[in-house]
């Protein structure tokens, strides 16, 4: 069984449609404001008291770090970060950069170096990109020029249980919750290095095929058994909306 004694407990958590979507479309994402806008939209009133009692519920594990993907930042089709070339060596560019520490950390896998970081954070949560060895060499080192921490993992792509490792033992991350799409938390999901998810239900419906969902990331191989999960809070608000805990089972 899987322990989570080297590595922090992980902990998803997502606002989804019944039809379990989590963005309007494939082409969208929440954060350009008039997604944002139809997407919640349908969300009826009592949907705020229902996320104000999930994060309570999430709080108890006092989470230090929030992990995000790439998806929720740039487009599919979005190539690496056009920078100069660089002179400094790889091997010092592929070392971990902790230039500053926080109480909390915003961490965002971008193995390929594809966001263009505007907001760095601020004096309680410090911006902490994930990379890997395969990172662009010019993308690792306007982060060392911008003071961006980042964490290197993994050789071809970002090794989220290591990942995972480095943050408890670099920077004492006991609980780190996954505020992602479907592509992280798939993969998360298929690492086995889920513990809890926590999902805010709102009654509307999506569908479309490719459409973002809760888990997305390579289907269960043939013959494999889905995840069994273990209930532990269902609520269901005046308006139809739903907040459901489950913790994962491994018994
Ligand atoms: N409703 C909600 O609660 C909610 C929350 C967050 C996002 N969203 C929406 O969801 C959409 C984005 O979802 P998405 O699925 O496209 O993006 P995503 O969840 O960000 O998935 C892509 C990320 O997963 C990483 N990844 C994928 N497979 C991996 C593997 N095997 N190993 C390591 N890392 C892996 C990618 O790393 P690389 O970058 O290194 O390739 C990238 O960082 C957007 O529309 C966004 O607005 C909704």
């Known amino acids: 069984m899987p322990s989570t004694s ?20 494939r082409a969208e994402r929440l954060l350009d404001d008039d997604a944002n806008r139809r997407w919640r939209a349908v969300w009826p009133p009592d949907t705020a008291d229902l ?18 993907g790439s998806g929720t930042f740039v487009a599919d089709d979005d190539g690496p970060c056009e920078l100069p070339a660089t002179s400094v060596p790889a091997e010092e ?6 230039p500053h520490r926080t109480p909390r950390w915003f961490a965002v896998v971008d193995g390929r170096g594809r966001v263009p ?15 890997c060895r395969s990172t662009p060499l010019p993308y690792l080192a306007h982060l060392r020029r911008e003071a961006i921490p ?18 408890r033992d670099r920077l004492g991350v006991e609980c780190v919750v996954s505020e992602a799409g479907g592509g992280l938390n798939g993969a998360l999901l298929r690492a086995d290095l889920v513990d809890e998810l926590h999902v ?6 999506v569908g479309g095929l ?16 889905p995840v069994r999960l273990r209930l532990v809070t269902a609520e269901v608000g005046e308006h139809g909306t739903i907040r459901t805990h489950h913790e994962v089972d491994r018994s």
């Open 117 to 131: 970081w505007t907001h760095k954070g601020d004096a309680e949560t410090s911006l902490l990109v994930v990379t």
């Open 150 to 167: 980042y964490l290197v993992a993994g050789d071809d792509r970002v090794d989220l249980a290591a990942a995972l490792t480095a943050f």
């Open 210 to 225: 490719g459409t973002p969902s809760v888990v997305d990331g390579p289907p269960l191989a043939p013959g494999a058994t």
């Open 6 to 25: 080297t590595r922090p407990r992980v902990v998803v958590s997502v606002v989804t449609t019944a039809d379990g979507r989590v963005a309007p479309s």
């Open 51 to 68: 996320l104000a009692r999930r994060a309570e519920a999430v709080d108890r594990h006092r989470p230090t770090l929030v992990l995000e």
């Open 200 to 205: 805010v239900t709102v009654p509307a419906l």
């Open 93 to 98: 560019l592929r070392t971990d950069f902790l």
